[in-house]
């Protein structure tokens, strides 16, 4: 089976603070690990993924096979990161079906 | 580009009559479309998946017979809520898959059964 956890429900950080929202896993191949992100009042939408190894607004997040996480990271925080964040994984046993964490509020203070 | 849409936004029903939900996918085809339910302040549980021309497949737990899906075309699938009871008020999402695979989530349709 496939699990996704996200210890953290409510995360708060000033403005300029780096801000790390955890996100480890359990899934027996080799997973896709996604963040997504929701802002106030829209819609859910890709904020990365780790095979495309890319920063976007500034986070970043690393696959670690060993600990099975997928942190996600972004050293200097801003007002408009404040959001709601989910950690996703897909496998190849289970298709493109994303399994979601709980999701982490970020709220970043000014 | 990648816009997805649902209609309605949101509904109000009672007891035992029957939802229609809409999955648009505006600006791309989509030949597999997933469908979500939310409650409030929890995550996305998947329900089931729908691809183009054939049956949906369900999650363990989600009754086929209650919750149906059709996908009739490349860029439309349909969840029908049927015989809706207060418990089945919910936030329903649904997603479509891009070639690269890439999920591209609606807005959500916000379902309340008296």
């Known amino acids: 089976a496939q699990r996704v956890t996200q210890p953290e429900k409510l995360l708060s950080v000033f403005k300029g603070a780096p801000v790390e929202l955890k996100c480890n896993y359990s899934?027996?191949?080799?997973?896709?690990l996604f963040w997504y992100v929701q802002y106030s009042r829209q819609r859910l939408q890709l904020l990365l993924r780790?095979?495309s190894r890319e920063s976007i607004k500034g986070f970043t997040a690393d696959l670690n096979k060993g600990e099975t996480s997928f942190h996600l990271k972004k050293p200097f925080a801003q007002e408009e990161d404040s959001a709601m964040y989910y950690c996703?994984?897909?496998?190849?046993?289970?298709?493109?079906?994303?399994?979601f964490g709980e999701g982490t509020q970020l709220t970043v203070n000014p | 580009g990648a816009v997805v849409s649902q209609h309605p936004s949101w509904v109000i029903c009672k007891s035992g009559t029957s939802v229609k939900i809409e999955c648009r996918s505006l600006?791309?085809?989509?030949?597999?479309m997933f469908w979500y339910r939310q409650f409030p302040k929890q995550s996305l549980m998947l329900m089931a998946t729908?691809?183009?021309?054939?049956?949906?497949?369900?999650e363990q737990g989600v009754e086929k017979d209650k919750f149906l899906i059709n996908h009739a075309s490349l860029t439309l699938s349909t969840l029908t809520v049927t015989s809706a009871h207060p418990e089945d008020s919910s936030f329903y999402i649904c997603?479509?898959?891009?070639?690269?695979?890439?999920?591209?989530f609606g807005p959500g349709t916000r379902l309340t059964v008296l």
């Open positions: 996703a994984l897909s496998g190849r046993t289970s298709g493109s079906r994303l399994t």
């Open positions: 997603s479509a898959q891009t070639s690269v695979d890439t999920q591209y």
């Open positions: 899934y027996s191949g080799s997973p896709e």
């Open positions: 780790h095979i």
């Open positions: 600006d791309f085809q989509a030949t597999t």
């Open positions: 729908s691809n183009e021309g054939s049956k949906a497949t369900y």
